[in-house]
């Protein structure tokens, strides 16, 4: 048979050439279908072939001549003995897979709603009958094809009580798409709007993270010239804004980029004559907080009601206490703290427990546990991280009996349960050893 020798291809660009006598070897590439191959090491094992489809191999052929005798010898770049990938779907695959499948599973229209809905039209229709069949629809795609259908009779102009029940309907059914068309549309007439109108606008594609589809709506409302123009943003355009800048839960997008933004949207409202409330200023002051900018979060509320004629709430003061205990400045939050409550505020539980966590690391263990005290009695809970942190400074001061003490007296006035209280002391058992005992 014939054999290869060490050395004996050398690679170039396009081909393999080996000058033996008697021996002669050339390349050919050749377009082929996988399926229709056959094996041609005489296996054909669905092993091989399975190996083929999940790797997506492209495999050359090279015919060789040997003593007029030819055969294929088929050339991989993936070893045969390789195994299949366990790595995970990236997030952009997972996210191109999720959109494939919405869009397959996307329902069909119902032919019978839908023709029972243009028959409860006069023939002579008006928008504000159409309003009213488009709002007693539940299904939105029949919203969305009585609208376009009205759009082709003769003799009808939508208006803004037709453009506003549709786009409600399919943004509360999250048909983002099928409402940034008919946000177009809308657009593309001058003469259409209202400032609800356009909250709405703004308000959904906000709820579909489209931040730059609802700028685009606010800039449009500033374009007209008419100061009394109904168009012109009000409080609530910038409230929406203002939420959706610092977003939502745990999802927070606020950084040093975000707050720039919403430090001059702030400022462009205020030259506009808008006049800011009690939503506008909490959130300056907590996009100052999240952005550590504290100081400018103080100044805020030092203007609250010298300048803008409103008195700070609840609100405002939890958002100082967390962010001066964050920033070290515990002094600070106490005095917020007893201004607070003097005011018959209560603090919330995060409130209390950056208070008391600030307290604890910086070595007031007395005050730390009057005030982790006080919150039981205010009806707010304390988490793990506060109970641990208040634990650990205590034991640092070489008192473990004393740490032990506390932690059973929590658990006597039932502030943590079994499971908490095992991991609390475990976590002093790993920490300070056998001396907790």
Same mark, same amino acid.
């Given at each position: 048979?014939?054999s290869f020798?060490?050395?004996?291809?050398?690679?170039?660009?396009?081909?393999?050439?080996?000058? =033996?006598?008697?021996?002669?070897?050339?390349? @050919?590439?050749?377009?082929?279908?996988?399926?229709?191959?056959?094996?041609?090491?005489? #296996?054909?094992?669905?092993?091989?072939?399975?190996?083929?489809?999940?790797?997506?191999?492209?495999?050359?052929?090279?015919?060789?001549?040997?003593?007029?005798?030819?055969?294929?010898?088929?050339?991989?770049?993936?070893?045969?003995n390789?195994?299949?990938?366990?790595?995970?779907?990236?997030?952009?695959?997972?996210?191109?897979?999720?959109?494939?499948?919405?869009?397959? @599973?996307?329902?069909?229209?119902?032919?019978?709603?839908?023709?029972?809905?243009?028959?409860?039209?006069?023939?002579?229709?008006?928008?504000?009958?159409?309003?009213?069949?488009?709002?007693?629809?539940?299904?939105?795609?029949v @919203?969305l094809?009585?609208?376009?259908?009205?759009?082709?009779?003769?003799?009808?102009?939508?208006?803004?009580?037709?453009?506003?029940?549709?786009?409600?309907?399919?943004?509360?059914?999250?048909?983002?798409?099928?409402? #940034?068309?008919?946000?177009?549309?809308?657009?593309?007439?001058?003469?259409?709007?209202?400032?609800?109108?356009?909250?709405?606008?703004?308000?959904?594609?906000?709820?579909?993270?489209?931040?730059?589809?609802?700028?685009? =709506?606010?800039?449009?409302?500033?374009?007209?010239?008419?100061?009394?123009?109904?168009?012109?943003?009000?409080i609530?355009?910038?409230?929406?804004?203002?939420?959706?800048?610092?977003?939502?839960?745990?999802?927070?997008?606020?950084?040093h980029?975000?707050?720039?933004?919403?430090?001059?949207?702030?400022?462009?409202?205020?030259?506009?004559?808008?006049?800011?409330?009690?939503?506008?200023?909490?959130?300056?002051?907590?996009?100052?907080?999240?952005?550590?900018?504290?100081?400018?979060?103080?100044?805020?509320?030092?203007q609250?009601?010298?300048?803008?004629?409103?008195?700070?709430?609840?609100?405002?003061?939890?958002?100082?206490?967390?962010?001066?205990c964050?920033?070290?400045?515990?002094?600070?939050?106490?005095?917020?703290?007893?201004?607070?409550?003097?005011?018959?505020?209560?603090?919330?539980?995060?409130?209390?427990?950056?208070?008391?966590?600030?307290?604890?690391?910086?070595?007031?263990?007395?005050?730390?546990?009057?005030?982790?005290?006080?919150?039981?009695?205010?009806?707010?809970?304390?988490?793990?991280?506060?109970?641990?942190?208040?634990?650990?400074?205590? @034991?640092?001061r070489?008192?473990?009996?004393?740490?032990?003490?506390?932690?059973?007296?929590?658990?006597?006035?039932?502030?943590?349960?079994?499971?908490?209280y095992?991991?609390?002391?475990?976590?002093?058992?790993?920490?300070?050893?056998?001396?907790?005992?």
């Amino acid at each position: 048979m014939f054999s290869f020798g060490r050395n004996c291809l050398k690679f170039r660009t396009s081909y393999f050439r080996r000058n =033996v006598s008697n021996e002669n070897l050339s390349f @050919c590439q050749k377009s082929f279908d996988l399926s229709a191959l056959s094996d041609p090491f005489g #296996d054909n094992s669905p092993k091989m072939h399975a190996f083929y489809q999940t790797r997506k191999v492209v495999p050359f052929l090279f015919q060789i001549n040997a003593s007029q005798t030819q055969f294929h010898v088929l050339f991989t770049p993936f070893s045969f003995n390789s195994h299949y990938s366990t790595r995970a779907p990236s997030r952009s695959y997972r996210r191109r897979a999720r959109k494939r499948l919405l869009k397959s @599973c996307k329902p069909a229209l119902d032919q019978a709603q839908f023709q029972l809905a243009i028959s409860q039209l006069p023939p002579r229709f008006a928008p504000e009958e159409l309003c009213n069949v488009i709002a007693s629809q539940v299904n939105p795609l029949v @919203c969305l094809e009585l609208f376009h259908w009205a759009s082709q009779q003769p003799r009808f102009r939508h208006d803004v009580s037709t453009f506003h029940v549709t786009i409600k309907k399919l943004g509360a059914a999250k048909m983002y798409q099928e409402m #940034d068309d008919i946000v177009n549309q809308l657009l593309a007439v001058p003469s259409i709007g209202s400032e609800v109108l356009f909250n709405t606008i703004i308000y959904y594609f906000t709820e579909a993270r489209k931040l730059t589809r609802a700028v685009n =709506v606010f800039k449009h409302m500033k374009s007209r010239r008419n100061l009394n123009c109904c168009f012109r943003p009000s409080i609530k355009t910038y409230n929406i804004l203002f939420a959706a800048l610092l977003g939502r839960g745990n999802n927070s997008y606020i950084n040093h980029v975000y707050m720039e933004t919403i430090r001059c949207l702030f400022r462009q409202m205020v030259n506009d004559g808008v006049k800011p409330d009690i939503f506008s200023l909490n959130s300056m002051i907590k996009g100052y907080v999240l952005s550590l900018h504290v100081n400018d979060a103080l100044r805020i509320f030092h203007q609250m009601g010298v300048v803008y004629d409103c008195q700070p709430n609840s609100l405002t003061y939890d958002y100082l206490i967390h962010g001066l205990c964050a920033q070290g400045r515990t002094n600070n939050a106490k005095e917020l703290c007893y201004e607070m409550k003097s005011k018959g505020f209560i603090p919330n539980s995060k409130s209390y427990n950056s208070l008391i966590n600030s307290l604890a690391i910086g070595g007031d263990i007395e005050e730390a546990v009057n005030y982790l005290w006080e919150m039981t009695d205010k009806q707010r809970s304390a988490d793990f991280i506060t109970y641990r942190t208040v634990l650990d400074e205590i @034991c640092r001061r070489g008192t473990n009996q004393e740490a032990m003490g506390f932690l059973k007296e929590l658990q006597e006035k039932d502030l943590v349960d079994g499971h908490a209280y095992r991991k609390l002391l475990y976590v002093l058992e790993d920490d300070y050893g056998n001396s907790v005992n």
